[in-house]
């Protein structure tokens, strides 16, 4: 009788082992994701048909984007997440001078939009379905650069990013699915070739997007 109970302990604590680590979740998600996004300020007024073009060649672009959280215990991870905006037009712009001569020219301008800041994620990664959904809130500097031939501008101020998502979870350690996404921010004054300008109530420079993306998770 005693060396079968030695048996069954010596068998049964290896399952029981093995039990305990399947049931161990991940505690770190990384989280990029690749898509477009639409800036939502609207266009200036009193512009020319030609100038409304080219502005609206910088309202749409790529929007990539990285995080990284700890999962606490339950639903709750916390971690710090960066994102990218970038766009780019070229066109032909004609200007009128106060004699009424007229100068056109060739220009290009490249816009980025950067956020990088602390983050929240609430999420049902650490349940037992396949599908997976999540939704994170980050709060940190949003910034802008633009560069038009020699004049560059950059600007900085507080901004926000909300995300909600949906994954499949392919494996223990790899989701993927879509992700809708938010951004807010607004410029009150930018520099431009080293020079500060304040910006009127009506000239605040808007850096709000709607992003749509293919979000992968990789977990650890």
């Known amino acids: 009788m005693i060396k079968k109970l030695f048996l069954i302990g010596a068998f049964s604590v290896p399952f029981t082992f093995s039990a305990q680590e399947t049931s161990k979740q991940p505690k770190i998600s990384i989280i990029p994701s690749v898509g477009y996004a639409w800036r939502t300020a609207r266009l ?35 971690g710090l997440k960066y994102s990218n905006y970038s766009a780019s037009s070229d066109g032909r712009i004609s200007v009128i001078d106060e004699f009424g001569n007229i100068y056109a020219g060739d220009l290009n301008t490249k816009d980025n939009i950067t956020f990088f800041g602390p983050s929240v994620m609430i999420s049902n990664f650490n349940e037992s379905t396949k599908h997976k959904i999540f939704l994170d809130m980050a709060l940190g500097v949003i910034s802008y650069t633009t560069k038009t031939g020699t ?6 101020n507080l901004g926000a990013e909300i995300n909600f998502a949906y994954q499949y979870e392919v494996s223990k350690n790899f989701l993927i699915g879509p992700k809708f996404g938010l951004s807010g921010g607004t410029l009150n004054k930018m520099k431009f070739n080293g020079v500060t300008y304040d910006f009127a109530d009506d000239e605040k420079e808007g850096l709000s997007r ?7 998770t990789f977990r650890f």
Do not use: C, F, Q, W
């Open 151 to 156: 004049v560059k501008g950059t600007g900085s």
């Open 44 to 78: 200036p007024n009193g512009i020319s048909n030609e100038e409304r073009d080219y502005i609206k060649g910088l309202k749409s672009g790529l929007n990539i984007d990285i995080s990284a959280y700890y999962h606490l215990k339950g639903t709750v991870a916390i």
């Open 210 to 216: 709607v992003s749509l993306s293919a979000a992968a």
